[in-house]
């Protein structure tokens, strides 16, 4: 997410009430998670564990809860919960907005685009030329769709991201700052939900087709021309290149990369990145053949048994 204008690291400090190691005047230009930090942004840290790779990421500025060495040319701020000053910097950038109309009035639409009745078009929201979106979707703010997208009824673009921090009195919700943006000639069937990114976009790339009741998590990337069907369930962060299909009732875990023109058969289980070119079944996922014929040696065991007790 970047800023609508730089700001310094004095200024993000006193937003959140920090302490900082660097030039007052550094430069800041946005904020961002991990995978996706940018030179000029600020990315937060609160575990040991990732305390290395947050110093040593793209990022320019590193919100942490531990005094360390400052790595060259680059800023710290120090905070007691990282996870809350970034929220804390989410609301000030990104703060919510309710809406006076079903379709907000800041919102872009294109020409020849229909929106059927009982459609909610947020703030911010634009739409391009020759799109249908029929009745009961929900666009959320800051949603970008491109041309000739068609959207089935009750599918929901833009919803907050599924991501919390255990706390012992229970869960801290991690603010949703990003955006879904679709890309030219997709379509997305009923009862969908795709998630918002936390800080970036959640991205549907040209001419991809995705079926009924399918969940893709915030901040996943999906390819050109990819087919996803019914009920499969994509977590965040995960990146599926061009030419993928995915057949029912798949699940994707956080974080995977599937490689071009891959296959995975319904009810699969993707645990792990898989490379492109191949077609895989099972849980966790293994190549379709081998797999197969896995399942084959396991139906003959009770034969083999019958023969090993005469």
Known sequence: ?????????????????????????????????????????????????????????????????????????????????????????????????????????????????????????????????????????????????????????????????????????????????GRVVIQDNVEIGAVCTLDKGVTGDTLIKKGTKIDNQVHVGHDTVIGEHCLIASQTGIAGCVVIEDEVTLWGQVGVTSATTIGKKAVVLAQTGVSKSLEGGKNYFGSPAEEARERLKQLAYIKQIPTILKKLDK
């Open 1 to 177: 997410m970047r800023f609508p204008s730089p700001y310094t690291l004095k200024q993000i400090a006193t937003i959140i009430n920090s302490e900082y190691v660097g030039d007052e005047e550094f430069p800041i230009l946005g904020m961002n998670e991990i995978h996706v930090v940018q030179e000029g942004e600020i990315v937060f840290v609160d575990h040991p564990k990732y305390y290395e790779k947050a110093l040593n990421s793209k990022a320019t500025v590193v919100l942490i809860n531990k005094k360390v060495d400052c790595p060259p040319g680059k800023a710290l701020l120090i905070s007691e919960d990282p996870f809350k000053d970034f929220n804390a910097l989410t609301q000030f950038f990104k703060p919510f907005e309710k809406s006076a109309s079903a379709i907000s009035s800041s919102a872009k639409i294109g020409k020849n685009t229909i929106i059927q009745p009982n459609s909610f078009i947020g703030n911010n929201v634009t739409i391009g030329d020759n799109c249908l979106i029929h009745s009961n979707v929900s666009i959320y703010d800051n949603c970008v769709i491109g041309n000739n997208v068609i959207i089935h009824s009750g599918t929901v673009l833009g919803s907050d991201a599924f991501y919390y921090k255990k706390r012992p009195d229970g869960f801290d919700k991690l603010l949703s700052g």
